[in-house]
């Protein structure tokens, strides 16, 4: 690609955005990036990435910016600003292209594409799969939608993060349809996963013969795996993947199910299940749904 390579920006570098940035600049581009921690900034700067002082300046400095924050509010802000006019849309030069990774409803992406439909910026919404172990090792799978051009000026960044490309459609919003559906899917096999450690646990089932069995199932899946794992090494916290996300995640499948008429009845249990581990232990990750269970049994899964 040599000099016409894009320039990278990146907004949000906590858990999933530090993996971004670290393959960016792994695979050679040049990476501007902003994040609300200063801590978080310092790693970036550690790592190799030219730390700005706001989105504003991410975008002054890049061609093609990756947005890896937590909700469509956050979106928002990072590509209009606080106030409307000091974020990415007022900075970014002509044809760039912003790569929107985060996972939002798809209604707040279709927003978000005719709030910037005056201007000469182009979108991919892509949000992914993966969590902090598929950030870090660049292996992500990403569902992508956009047009030819968006997806064009955007290729080399994205095959840099990931190790599938998904082209799901051309309208924005679509990309986090699938998503959408996707989460409601993982939310439910983790609190059915979280759930059967507890009914073990109860009927004196080791742990490691649970997982044995388990894994060389067909029910055996990464998801599956990395909870029972997770629960039977007592591992509940620092795992990569914070329960507020997750819950999040749920919250929007249902909204998009609501405004479809489609009822979602076990990834509604699901989610009430993450509200519960969310609000009794807060600092935890997913793998703590199995402590409901567990502190209603009195026990709990061990290797």
Not at 110 to 123: F, G, N, V
Not at 137 to 163: F, N, V, W
Not at 172 to 196: D, H, M, P, R, W
Not at 290 to 295: L, P, Q, V
Request: contains cysteine; proline residues 4%; aromatic residues 4%.
């Amino acid at each position: 690609m040599g000099h016409h390579e894009p320039r990278v920006g990146i907004v949000g570098i906590g858990d999933m955005g530090s993996g971004l940035a670290r393959n960016l600049i792994k695979a050679g581009f040049m990476v501007s990036g902003y994040d609300l921690k200063p801590e978080r900034m310092r790693d970036f700067s550690q790592m190799g990435g030219s730390a700005c002082a706001s989105s504003a300046e991410v975008g002054a400095a890049s061609d093609v910016v990756f947005i890896m924050v937590m909700n469509g509010a956050e979106v928002t802000e990072v590509v209009f600003g606080p106030d409307g006019n000091a974020g990415l849309a007022a900075t970014l030069p002509a044809g760039a292209t912003i790569v929107l990774t985060a996972t939002i409803k798809p209604r707040e992406a279709r927003e978000l594409a005719s709030a910037l439909s005056d201007h000469d910026i182009l979108i991919v919404d892509t949000p992914v799969s993966g969590g902090r172990p598929g950030a870090d090792g660049g292996t992500l799978t990403l569902m992508a939608a956009g047009s030819d051009a968006a997806l064009a000026k955007a290729q080399g960044p994205m095959e840099a993060i990931s190790g599938t490309i998904h082209r799901v459609g051309t309208e924005i919003g679509e990309g986090q349809t699938v998503k959408a559906c996707l989460q409601s899917l993982i939310g439910s096999i983790f609190s059915g996963a979280f759930e059967a450690t507890a009914l073990a646990a109860k009927a004196g089932v080791p742990g490691q013969v649970l997982f044995d069995v388990f894994s060389t199932s067909a029910a055996g899946c990464g998801i599956t795996n990395a909870a029972v794992g997770s629960v039977m090494a007592r591992k509940f916290e620092d795992t990569g993947s914070h329960i507020n996300t997750m819950h999040k995640d749920l919250t929007i499948s249902l909204d998009l199910a609501m405004e479809l008429g489609v009822p979602l009845f076990t990834a509604s249990t699901a989610m009430q299940l993450f509200q519960a581990g969310r609000t009794r232990h807060p600092d935890g990750d997913n793998q703590v749904v199995a402590k409901i269970s567990e502190e209603i049994i009195g026990t709990g899964l061990k290797a």
